[in-house]
């Protein structure tokens, strides 16, 4: 509850004024009792000022709720402004090892779903409850007051109104929840079949999908039945009892009455107190369930929160000092988390002189990825050290580091931005020629200037679908523009076809001279780049030399050489096939 | 201004609806004719609705009669009679309730259970060209969130619509027969609460929209910056991005806070109108009562109702907002539903029997765009032919846009040629039902789509009869019996939704076995083995030669050892065949296929 304390006198400040407010509700009741004894006793000056009362405890509580719902309101918009805020910080700060683990859409669920609710019990939540336990006591104690026998016989159920609540929240929300989570397979059900339509299709099993969509119904239907025989139990019974309590004040309340030991004002404010008790008691139970879920949110909240970033620039580093990019692994080995039984990288030394091009050559799992991700210190070895430059990663700036290491890797990520703005990626301040310059080496710029508003065009998830050609050229671009001394090409060319390819060689070639560079190709034209290629093979260097030399001497660089490198150029896959795909 | 301008429509598009001039009065009553089968349903619910109105307004009325009858009349006897009314009305009322909430529930999540259903089997009759041109999302959405929609219009809003307005016309009745003027003075507050309410209904609609739409916004960035994290550590791009987040959260609060604004000043408005309809009431009736003209009890009964007034009139003006939503979620399903199957099979359409695997192209011309002229590039195939006898492969090669996978779509007859015709053992495909010809295709696509559920049955999925020792066969055939084995639970392994417990080489293989489990006459690879590494490729490569053995088959490949075993190899070039033949004879013609090849031994150096 750390995250209260900037606003606390508002908190405060906003209960006093609730419970205030509540004051006066209760006030209005014991005045209509007030007013209904002066009727009976013909005492007609005294009705207006109780009139007066009345409507002066009415504004009063006006004034009062509406000052209490907007210091409420605000106070709880800040907190989960400020939670927000400092776990989006915190995730920007947690390192890449991290993501791996986490489904993205449970971070994106805390950070809305989970932030809300905390925030709903600050605003609302927290003060009914207080509002509410605050209504019920005071109003009992008048009661209390005006007749303690009869107090008692009317609040009788009141208990029992509160656990009934309490136990309707407690079964209905897991019964509610199974609703939702039934609805969602019934969602991955309707969505895998419009996804795999050509397969339903092609194999006229059209009956069979419906038949399993029939099962997804009827067990979201049975559910919904369930839940809404709970709640056709349960909401009358809730009514019921705060009646029952009415119709005992009627009864034994009446006869006092008449036997002249209760005056029918106090009778009228009885009858008043129990209608309006029946709404706070109802909501203490489903506020203690708000409560609850605030409680589990908040948990599910620091459980993230309090995750210590595990790859940062130690207090004082330097930056990476000046230096052409030279790269050297020793004894480097690496786990991820969760596959601790086998080693991504083990005991591997390699040293890249600057300027030099490594191309990495290796079957899927080999650990090219993993040892390009280390030089940027996007993961930190278990062994062994990794140096850029002479230094060791670990040692400077992290931002420093990367900013003299740019990555295009296969996925090519662009965000929702325009196309100049993707490719200013690395440095917001480029100018136009810059960006042009970048996409021209990238071969980019022809198909940029073809789109509806050439570089101004949005593309990424909410804009304009690229294919997976384009997007890598535009990544190609985005990587040239931040002018690194490190370049990494993890399977950049992957999606470009074989033409266009050739083209992109000739600006990379342009691009990569006075830098180190790293090129993870399935292609052999690809490679050809390098003036070094490195074969690697569950996690260690099978060999190293020119192509020549590896085809010479190394029998499994052969194989993937003359299988997986150069047939998969032959003939590319149609272009309408693969937007068609894209769009799936 | 713009407020009374929409309540004015609610009202206007509610008329039009009664009087059936709307195209929604047409749907309405579709939808209410649905209810049909559930009639005794239907009718029980409105008992319980009618129940429960009139007992929920008998308590007030019960006191008021409780203190005049019984406490002031020093009639204890007609005091108890009361009480025991008071209570048997209350405990009706919980019944009544009972009854009414489980049977709308009922009836209306069977309705839409239904129409949901209905929904699916209709998506399942469109062809794969509808597909293509509609957003998988969009079509989703159509069986969940528009459903979900309908409910609260159907369950919520039909029990809101007819107990509000009920309970508001009972309040009304009961408070003219008790008094007139007290009524009237009491109705006083009743505009001032109505207009109030539907003034905050609509200018809350607007700020509650705004603010899930700041929501949205911070979660779709959510999820791209945070899916793309990999790219934004590598750039060192952080305080970018916390920077967009801060613009986002404080927008957020922004229309949240509005939101706050408005709360602030209803809801105590509201409870001011009830203590100020309370104050007059005891004023004036006090008074009255002093004077002898009306009974305490009146009074207290006007203080009670006075509360029961206040929440119909909020529901009620809650009302439009359902409406709204429940007539475009109506519109949207009905879109889909009035879209007419484009693809179905001719009442005539025959049943060929197993197919020998002849196929003949003859004249065909094919464009994915609807209209095209004979001169447009938009056309996919122009004017082919071609001959494939039963049991041959043909290998089809081209580049990126040639027209491959086209060709082998219209085999499959996913789309139908705009010229021309497609024939399979000498029948027309439009001749033959859809049904009876894919059964005896099988397709593996570029990547192995697979649906949730076991190995098993997936690789059963085109054949769900096959027996245990079938797919153990079929299993072997593709190499993947090593792999299947190393699964937790063999091959009653879980797959995953898509497939995702699977890696995409696995997947693949798993879609092999299930083609060849289908035993087809026409067997369809369409890239199949582009995107799985280079150890599954041989696995694959091996079972290959049993796959295409004794059938006809289309291959769509990059793999020169498969195309050079065609066969036939067609040569397409922008939806033309621009030559065919044996890989020897292409090579020695020196045409467009030993240009493809040079390029690709080229590049391969």
Redesign the interface.
Known sequence: MGFLRPYRPQLWGSLAFAWAAMGM?VL?PWL?GR??N???S???AD??P???A??G???L??GL??VR??VA??VS??V??DL??TF??H???LE?GF?DSQQ?GQ??SR??VDL?SIRFFL?YGLIFITQNLLTVVLASAVMFVISPWLALIALAPAPLIVYVASRYNRVSRPALQEVQQR?AE???E?????????????????E???HR??RA??R??DQ??YS??L???F???I??LP??G??LV??IG??E??AGDLS?GD??AF??YL??LAGPMRMLGVTMGMAQRAIASGNRLFEILDREPRIESPPGAPPLPAGGGRVELRGVGLHYEGAEDVPALSDLDLEVEAGRTVALVG??GSGKTSLVALV?R?YDPGAGTVLVDGVDVREVD??SL??E???V?DDS?L??ATVAENIA??D?GASREEIEAAARRAEADGFIRELPDGYETRV???GLTLSGGQRQRVAIA?ALL?DPRVLILDDATSSV??TT??AIKAGLREAMAGRTTFIIAH???TVSLADEIVVMDGGRIVDRGSHAELMEGCGFYR??AE???????????????RE??A?? | MNDVRNIGRLFASLWRLIRGEDQRGRKVRWLVAQLRPYRGRVALMFVGLLLATAAGLAPPYLAGKAIDSGILADDVGALDLIVVAFVAVSILYAAATYLQTYMVGWVGTRVLQDLRQRVFAHLQSMSIGFFTKRSPGVLISRMTNDIEALNQLVTSGVVTMFSSTLTLLGVVVIMLLLDVQLALIAFLTFPLLAIASVVFRIASQGAYRATRERIAAITAYLQESLSGVRVVRSFGQEPRHLDAMTELNEENRAANLRTVYLNASYFPAVELLAAVGTAAILLYGGSQAIDGEIQIGVIVAFVGYLATFFDPIQQLSQLYTTYQQGMAALDKIFDLLDTEPDMVDAPDAIDPGTLRGEIELDGVWFSYAEGAEPGDSAWALRDVDLHVPPGQTLALVGATGAGKSTFAKLVARFYDPQQGRVLVDGHDLRGIRQGALRRQLGIVPQEGFLFSGSVRENIAFGRPEASGEGIEAAIAAVGATEFVGALPDGVETEVGERGVQLSAGQRQLVAFARALLAEPRILILDEATSNVDVRTEKTIEKGLERLLRGRTAIVIAHRLSTIRRAGKIVVLEAGKIAEQGTHEELIAAGGPYSKLYGAWSDSAA
């Open positions: 509700t209005i209509v007013a209904i002066a009727i009976e013909g005492d007609k009705l207006l109780l009139a007066l009345i409507f405890a009415a504004i509580r006006l709720t509406v719902r907007l309101g605000k918009l800040a989960e402004f927000r805020q989006y910080a995730l920007q700060r890449l993501f993205t971070l994106m950070a809305t809300q605003g609805i019934l969602t991955a309707a969505e895998e079949n419009v996804s795999g339509i050509r397969i339903v299709k092609a194999f006229a099993r059209e069979y999908q419906l969509f029939r119904v009827s979201v239907f919904s039945i809404t025989r709640q056709a139990f909401s009358p019974l009514g019921l009646q029952l009415i119709a009627l009864l009446g006869r009455v008449i029918l009778f009228t009858y008043t209608v309006m079957p899927s940027a996007l992290v931002a990367r900013s290491i740019a990555f890797a990520f965000f929702t990626y690395a917001l990424g998830e909410r985005r931040a076809d074989a390819e050739a292609r052999l034209s194989e993937i299988h997986g490198l150069a047939d998969s150029v032959f003939l590319q896959r149609d272009l309408e096939e068609e795909m769009r799936l």
